[in-house]
């Protein structure tokens, strides 16, 4: 057998088979071994995950540095006795009609083989920015050794392992900026995930989230900034500049795609960054090619070299089960059908979009980190208004939708392979409806954190939730009741954008020709004011704007505008009138919905204040909230009745200064938190000890750290490190007699010492069947608990 690269997947076949005495050869296009691991920066510590899995190969592996670890490779292929050419670069490999292969080699050897394994990984081709400027000198795509650069200012851009290893030991002797598309480092190992966190967090360099790479200018020598290059980066809240001497983009690679093709090998689609399609034994298309590794969907090392021995294994006529078998037939035990992981694995492939849409060794992967469940007739999977942070497909069976009441109420049947859940875990609002069981129903729960790694990672995914997203809001809020095939073709013609905070959607006076529906995000819609744009509207994410316009047939009456970074689906006018014209039923209930926004609309117009007071609103955070607490100043006595109940109910610590933050016409937003629709403090918690509940509060477990992360990512200033008391809080026994430590005070532990400190925050008193402390204890009245929907009800009490 010809094995073709040393990299992990690669060498475990080559050591099986010389342990084995397989006949083989391992050619290496480098003069070392792994180039891969070899030119990851010195010193790397290099971690064997995932830890669920057991490590099979001939080769020895364990977390260590890459020196370690390259040492301990060198030492395996020669106490084997691998068969192995270096500086051998395969150039073609080609099957002829008896079935042996032919492979030419740069240096003009030739090696004849029955059997060839692909081990080439992907790192060859590096994906680049895609911004004007990506090919200025001092932009690379590879970093060997940190400390050849001293007293530079550097970005890196990536949010991956390389990434982050990469920014982390640049900044011990150099200012580093690291860039981030997403919100949090999904993508990431565990300990890597820790370590930039922690690296953040002490301050040793400044993270961009939510932010792409715009274009890169370079700077004439003599700039005052004294710096090479400028950076243009779009952030989340804004544009952002940063003057810089070298950029490192890490942004991972795409496979060999030509070469892999020239050899016979078939994808699945025409994506460059698509991997082929393998059997369960790692067998391509071609008959005797086997792929294993990166190249074939699964890039870390502990996976790869556990598929370099299978395949030897199988290719050699002693076959074995993959290392995953045990954990995913336990998880199988669920389904009736058949206990063959492989059969299960092809029935789901077929029955979902999903599952169809990655390769057999990703499906494997992506189950490792789901959980299979069923559920009885009639069971409530959640409940309308719920908070969740999963979505579910269903592989056999079928759920009830359940949403609105009266002449809107409607119940409808979620068959096999489709997807329910998705609306609340993009737009990070409350679920729309409640979804039941039906017979039969077995569902793959998804987490939330695997979920957008692989919308993020898969186009086709990405496509299939957009639609069903976009299927349900139409039916969910435009046209109830149209039939799904009509409304397929207009969510054909939709199409995703996204918004910076602040950037206009559409502009007043514009043609209107589309409906939006709000991904994620929220918007607002303005007309220009005497010294500022009046907000007459507010929409959160999982609504939809625009609509007034088109069945009015006007142009733009309002300026439409991101509050937060945004992103919706657009829907075009025209199909959407054709389909109102085709149920009239439909249109009528359609513009009779309507006149309530055209009332709050008139409403503002004639008060502008309102709209002034709903800026004020946004600016203070609650264009993310979902749950705040506001303070009617013309009702509140400065009792603090608030605070110190809230103190007397959480072990001493109140979660909330009243005094604190701003007041606008009576109107005052005291620090505490807002529960966000996305939340801040989530995303860097290295412990996972905050979550959301499913009544949306948003809440920090006994097992906090105390890191400070959160407390220190939150734009809202409402997480503090506090101490509990030893003595079980009563808001009762301190309303009647305030007997009790003094709310707010720090009580030393009993250990000798003080207590750890932990992270705190309000959790809405959400195991208090009264309801939240503060607003209970409030005896005016003042203090009041809101989310978006209910921004109207609040201008009009304060614009009283």
Same mark, same amino acid.
């Given at each position: 057998?010809?094995?073709?690269?040393?990299?992990?997947?690669?060498?475990?076949?080559?050591?099986?088979?010389?342990?084995?005495?397989?006949?083989?050869?391992?050619?290496?296009?480098?003069?070392?071994?792994?180039?891969?691991?070899?030119?990851?920066?010195?010193?790397?510590?290099?971690?064997?995950?995932?830890?669920?899995?057991?490590?099979?190969?001939?080769?020895?592996?364990?977390?260590?540095?890459?020196?370690?670890?390259?040492?301990?490779?060198?030492?395996?292929?020669?106490?084997?006795?691998?068969?192995?050419?270096?500086?051998?670069?395969?150039?073609?490999?080609?099957?002829?009609?008896?079935?042996?292969?032919?492979?030419?080699?740069?240096?003009?050897?030739?090696?004849?083989?029955?059997?060839?394994?692909?081990?080439?990984?992907?790192?060859?081709?590096?994906?680049?920015?895609?911004?004007?400027?990506?090919?200025?000198?001092?932009?690379?795509?590879?970093?060997?050794?940190?400390?050849?650069?001293?007293?530079?200012?550097?970005?890196?851009?990536?949010?991956?392992?390389?990434?982050?290893?990469?920014?982390?030991?640049?900044?011990?002797?150099?200012?580093?900026?690291?860039?981030?598309?997403?919100?949090?480092?999904?993508?990431?190992?565990?300990?890597?995930?820790?370590?930039?966190?922690?690296?953040?967090?002490?301050?040793?360099?400044?993270?961009?989230?939510?932010?792409?790479?715009?274009?890169?200018?370079?700077?004439?020598?003599?700039?005052?900034?004294?710096?090479?290059?400028?950076?243009?980066?779009?952030?989340?809240?804004?544009?952002?500049?940063?003057?810089?001497?070298?950029?490192?983009?890490?942004?991972?690679?795409?496979?060999?795609?030509?070469?892999?093709?020239?050899?016979?090998?078939?994808?699945?689609?025409?994506?460059?960054?698509?991997?082929?399609?393998?059997?369960?034994?790692?067998?391509?298309?071609?008959?005797?090619?086997?792929?294993?590794?990166?190249?074939?969907?699964?890039?870390?090392?502990?996976?790869?070299?556990?598929?370099?021995?299978?395949?030897?294994?199988?290719?050699?006529?002693?076959?074995?089960?993959?290392?995953?078998?045990?954990?995913?037939?336990?998880?199988?035990?669920?389904?009736?059908?058949?206990?063959?992981?492989?059969?299960?694995?092809?029935?789901?492939?077929?029955?979902?979009?999903?599952?169809?849409?990655?390769?057999?060794?990703?499906?494997?992967?992506?189950?490792?980190?789901?959980?299979?469940?069923?559920?009885?007739?009639?069971?409530?999977?959640?409940?309308?208004?719920?908070?969740?942070?999963?979505?579910?497909?269903?592989?056999?069976?079928?759920?009830?939708?359940?949403?609105?009441?009266?002449?809107?109420?409607?119940?409808?049947?979620?068959?096999?392979?489709?997807?329910?859940?998705?609306?609340?875990?993009?737009?990070?609002?409350?679920?729309?409806?409640?979804?039941?069981?039906?017979?039969?129903?077995?569902?793959?729960?998804?987490?939330?954190?695997?979920?957008?790694?692989?919308?993020?990672?898969?186009?086709?995914?990405?496509?299939?939730?957009?639609?069903?997203?976009?299927?349900?809001?139409?039916?969910?809020?435009? *046209? %109830? +009741?149209?039939?799904?095939?009509?409304?397929? @073709? =207009?969510? $054909?013609?939709? &199409?995703? #954008?996204?918004?910076?905070?602040?950037?206009?959607?559409?502009?007043?006076?514009?043609?209107?020709?589309?409906?939006?529906?709000?991904?994620?995000?929220?918007?607002?819609?303005?007309?220009?004011?005497?010294?500022?744009?009046?907000?007459?509207?507010? *929409? %959160? +994410?999982?609504?939809?704007?625009?609509?007034? @316009? =088109?069945? $009015?047939?006007? &142009?733009? #009456?309002?300026?439409?505008?991101?509050?937060?970074?945004?992103?919706?689906?657009?829907?075009?006018?025209?199909?959407?009138?054709?389909?109102?014209?085709?149920?009239?039923?439909?249109?009528?209930?359609?513009?009779?919905?309507?006149?309530?926004?055209?009332?709050?609309?008139?409403?503002?117009?004639?008060?502008?204040?309102?709209? $002034?007071?709903?800026?004020?609103?946004?600016?203070?955070?609650?264009?993310?909230?979902?749950?705040?607490?506001?303070?009617?100043?013309?009702?509140?006595?400065?009792?603090?009745?608030?605070?110190?109940?809230?103190?007397?109910?959480?072990?001493?610590?109140?979660?909330?200064?009243?005094?604190?933050?701003?007041?606008?016409?009576?109107?005052?937003?005291?620090?505490?938190?807002?529960?966000?629709?996305?939340?801040?403090?989530?995303?860097?918690?290295?412990?996972?000890?905050?979550?959301?509940?499913?009544?949306?509060?948003?809440?920090?477990?006994?097992?906090?750290?105390?890191?400070?992360?959160?407390?220190?990512?939150?734009?809202?200033?409402?997480?503090?490190?506090?101490?509990?008391?030893?003595?079980?809080?009563?808001?009762?026994?301190?309303?009647?007699?305030?007997?009790?430590?003094?709310?707010?005070?720090?009580?030393?532990?009993?250990?000798?010492?003080?207590?750890?400190?932990?992270?705190?925050?309000?959790?809405?008193?959400?195991?208090?069947?009264?309801?939240?402390?503060?607003?209970?204890?409030?005896?005016?009245?003042?203090?009041?608990?809101?989310?978006?929907?209910?921004?109207?009800?609040?201008?009009?009490?304060?614009?009283?």
């Amino acid at each position: 057998m010809a094995i073709v690269g040393s990299g992990p997947g690669g060498l475990s076949s080559a050591c099986r088979a010389a342990e084995m005495g397989d006949s083989h050869v391992l050619l290496e296009a480098k003069p070392n071994l792994s180039n891969t691991i070899f030119r990851y920066q010195k010193g790397k510590h290099v971690m064997a995950e995932p830890g669920i899995l057991p490590l099979r190969a001939a080769a020895r592996f364990e977390a260590g540095t890459r020196e370690a670890i390259l040492d301990a490779w060198y030492g395996d292929v020669e106490e084997k006795g691998v068969n192995i050419r270096y500086e051998a670069e395969v150039t073609a490999i080609a099957r002829d009609d008896q079935g042996v292969f032919h492979l030419s080699v740069k240096n003009g050897e030739g090696v004849t083989a029955d059997t060839v394994i692909l081990g080439i990984g992907v790192q060859g081709n590096p994906r680049k920015l895609g911004a004007p400027g990506e090919d200025l000198p001092g932009i690379q795509y590879t970093l060997d050794d940190p400390d050849e650069y001293r007293g530079e200012v550097i970005v890196v851009v990536g949010a991956g392992d390389a990434a982050i290893e990469n920014a982390v030991a640049l900044a011990k002797q150099n200012t580093v900026h690291i860039v981030n598309r997403k919100n949090e480092f999904s993508r990431a190992k565990e300990g890597n995930n820790n370590l930039i966190l922690q690296a953040i967090d002490d301050g040793a360099l400044t993270c961009h989230y939510d932010t792409t790479v715009d274009a890169i200018e370079s700077l004439s020598p003599d700039h005052d900034s004294g710096r090479s290059m400028c950076l243009r980066l779009n952030s989340a809240e804004d544009q952002v500049e940063v003057h810089c001497d070298r950029i490192i983009a890490r942004l991972g690679a795409i496979p060999p795609r030509a070469f892999v093709a020239s050899c016979g090998v078939e994808f699945p689609n025409d994506d460059p960054a698509s991997v082929p399609q393998v059997s369960s034994t790692y067998e391509s298309n071609v008959p005797g090619l086997y792929i294993v590794g990166a190249l074939a969907g699964y890039p870390l090392i502990k996976q790869a070299m556990n598929q370099g021995y299978e395949v030897v294994e199988t290719i050699c006529g002693r076959p074995v089960r993959p290392a995953d078998e045990p954990i995913l037939k336990e998880r199988f035990s669920v389904f009736p059908w058949v206990d063959d992981v492989d059969v299960v694995l092809d029935v789901l492939s077929a029955r979902s979009p999903i599952f169809s849409a990655m390769n057999r060794l990703q499906l494997r992967e992506f189950l490792l980190e789901s959980r299979i469940r069923g559920f009885d007739e009639g069971a409530s999977i959640y409940e309308q208004g719920d908070y969740g942070a999963s979505v579910f497909v269903i592989v056999s069976g079928e759920a009830w939708v359940e949403f609105g009441s009266g002449d809107f109420s409607k119940r409808a049947r979620i068959k096999t392979g489709r997807i329910f859940g998705e609306m609340a875990l993009i737009s990070g609002r409350p679920r729309s409806a409640t979804v039941r069981a039906g017979k039969d129903l077995l569902t793959v729960e998804v987490p939330r954190r695997a979920m957008l790694k692989l919308i993020a990672s898969n186009e086709k995914v990405q496509r299939f939730v957009d639609r069903t997203f976009t299927m349900r809001a139409l039916d969910r809020y435009l *046209v %109830p +009741g149209v039939d799904e095939h009509e409304l397929s @073709d =207009v969510v $054909a013609q939709a &199409e995703l #954008q996204e918004f910076r905070a602040g950037e206009a959607i559409y502009e007043l006076g514009g043609a209107a020709d589309h409906i939006y529906l709000i991904r994620s995000g929220s918007v607002t819609l303005s007309v220009p004011g005497a010294n500022e744009d009046v907000i007459l509207n507010y *929409v %959160p +994410g999982g609504n939809y704007f625009g609509e007034l @316009d =088109v069945i $009015a047939g006007t &142009e733009r #009456q309002q300026t439409a505008r991101a509050a937060i970074k945004t992103q919706t689906i657009s829907v075009p006018a025209q199909p959407f009138l054709d389909l109102l014209d085709r149920y009239p039923d439909i249109k009528e209930s359609v513009r009779a919905r309507f006149s309530e926004q055209i009332h709050r609309r008139l409403e503002l117009e004639r008060s502008p204040e309102r709209g $002034a007071l709903m800026h004020f609103l946004l600016q203070e955070g609650m264009g993310e909230a979902t749950d705040a607490l506001l303070i009617d100043e013309s009702l509140c006595v400065r009792c603090d009745y608030c605070e110190k109940a809230c103190a007397a109910t959480h072990g001493n610590v109140s979660r909330l200064d009243r005094e604190a933050g701003a007041t606008f016409n009576n109107l005052h937003v005291p620090t505490s938190c807002r529960h966000c629709e996305h939340p801040h403090c989530m995303k860097d918690c290295p412990p996972d000890a905050i979550h959301r509940s499913p009544n949306g509060e948003v809440y920090i477990e006994d097992t906090c750290i105390g890191c400070g992360n959160c407390e220190r990512n939150c734009p809202y200033g409402v997480i503090q490190m506090g101490v509990a008391s030893q003595e079980k809080p009563s808001l009762l026994k301190w309303l009647l007699t305030g007997m009790g430590p003094e709310p707010g005070a720090e009580i030393k532990g009993t250990s000798g010492g003080n207590s750890i400190k932990k992270a705190v925050k309000c959790d809405m008193c959400g195991d208090r069947e009264e309801g939240p402390a503060c607003v209970q204890a409030c005896p005016t009245g003042a203090a009041i608990r809101v989310g978006p929907e209910s921004f109207f009800q609040v201008l009009s009490r304060g614009g009283r």
